[in-house]
Nanobody, 125 residues
């Protein structure tokens, strides 16, 4: 069974940067799939931060992170990245990556069938 693993989270100060990685456990498990990044803050609903199509020509980013976050993928390494710059306290959340059933970008969690365990990002106010 395909498994996804996020890494790169941590405790940073406002204005700092982090790069999250999402790696798949088997060689072709992200092939032919869009990948999304979601986050869930304490007491709030899960929301889509962004998504990248297969093979990576199109991306979607939530309005509140545009200009600060970028999504990219390395299809040789079977890894997707979320580069987060100028982090703000409101970015504090557990971040999850997920594999889509489709090749196109989507902000609906219903389109994703495999999820990672999440990585914590904390930006104190």
């Amino acid at each position: 069974q395909v498994q996804l693993a996020e890494s790169g989270g941590g405790l940073v100060q406002a204005g700092d940067s982090l790069r999250l990685s999402c790696a798949a456990s088997s060689g072709r498990s992200l092939s032919m799939s869009a990948v999304g990044w979601f986050r869930q803050a304490s007491g709030k609903e899960r929301e889509c931060v962004g998504s990248i199509s297969w093979p990576g020509r199109k991306t979607y980013l939530k309005d509140s992170v545009k200009g600060r976050f970028t999504i990219s993928r390395d299809n040789i390494k079977n890894t997707v990245y979320l580069q987060m710059n100028n982090l703000k306290p409101e970015d504090t959340a557990v971040y999850y990556c997920a594999r889509s059933r489709y090749t196109t970008v989507s902000d609906s969690y219903l389109d994703y069938d495999v999820w990672g365990q999440g990585t914590q990002v904390t930006v104190p106010s």
